[in-house]
């Protein structure tokens, strides 16, 4: 009796250490977790190739408004998620047990939503899009689909895929790494590209820039 009644406590801890504890590995690098993680991963990130080539295509002209921007945007975010991905395997940092599969679904939601965003964004300003920042005087102030709430929900878009991500590995560094470096990163490529605009463009942007936040609607 003693010892049934031992093993039945002996079997309880085990039950409580794997349901309390963080797993030994992330969840995109456990099946089939994996799986879904890195097809929405692929799906996402493959059209960003064609807007990096198109950007550092535009960076080498003698007349580009980058000021090293999309360099720095796309070195930053790169070490980002290099060290995010290699902190996730820290479990003193993992989200709890009981958090990981809820917030797994939550961060590719997100990076899912994000792609989506930007690929909108694309659409709604076609030839307007581009890698680099580039301005012409002819331009038009776009202010119809996501445009009618931010001025750059497509950057928008880039933090809530770097988010997603985050919430993803299901650490608690590698969320707030990934998000205080995107919104860092964003920010500068915004202070340079909004200065390119309204050099070239003029008041017809800054009176838009009065009406519209940059990532969040009537927030920041």
């Known amino acids: 009796m003693r010892c049934s009644r ?3 406590a002996q079997y309880w801890c085990y039950l409580q250490l794997f349901t ?5 590995r992330p969840l995109p690098f456990v099946w089939p977790y994996a799986l879904v993680f890195w097809v929405v991963y692929i799906w996402a990130f493959a059209p960003e190739w064609r807007i990096v080539r198109t950007g550092v295509e535009g960076v080498r002209r003698e007349d580009s408004k980058d000021s090293g921007s ?3 945007l796309l070195g930053g975010q790169w070490v980002a998620l290099l060290i995010a991905f290699a902190i996730a395997f ?4 993992a989200f709890p047990g009981r958090l990981q599969v809820p ?3 939550v961060g590719i939601s997100l990076l899912l939503l994000g792609s989506l965003l930007r690929r909108y964004c694309w659409r709604t300003l076609g ?10 005087r002819d331009q038009p ?4 689909g996501p445009y009618r709430l931010v001025r750059h929900p497509s950057y928008t878009g880039g933090m809530m895929m770097f988010i997603g991500i985050g919430l993803s590995l299901g650490n608690w560094i590698s969320v707030v790494l990934l998000t205080f470096s995107t919104v860092a990163l964003y920010s500068y490529r915004v202070s340079v590209e909004e200065r390119a605009l309204l050099e070239t463009i003029g008041e017809p942007y800054g ?6 936040k940059r990532f969040i609607p009537y927030v920041v």
Not at 20 to 24: A, G, K, Q, V
Not at 141 to 144: D, G, K, L, P, Y
Not at 207 to 212: F, G, Q, R, T, V
């Open 6 to 8: 031992l093993l039945k």
């Open 20 to 24: 309390d504890s963080p797993t030994l």
């Open 70 to 72: 999309l360099r720095l």
């Open 90 to 93: 820290v479990t003193a940092f």
């Open 103 to 105: 917030l797994f679904a």
């Open 127 to 136: 030839e307007y899009f581009t890698g680099d920042v580039r301005a012409r």
């Open 141 to 144: 102030v776009i202010r119809s």
């Open 207 to 212: 009176a838009y820039m009065k009406e519209c």
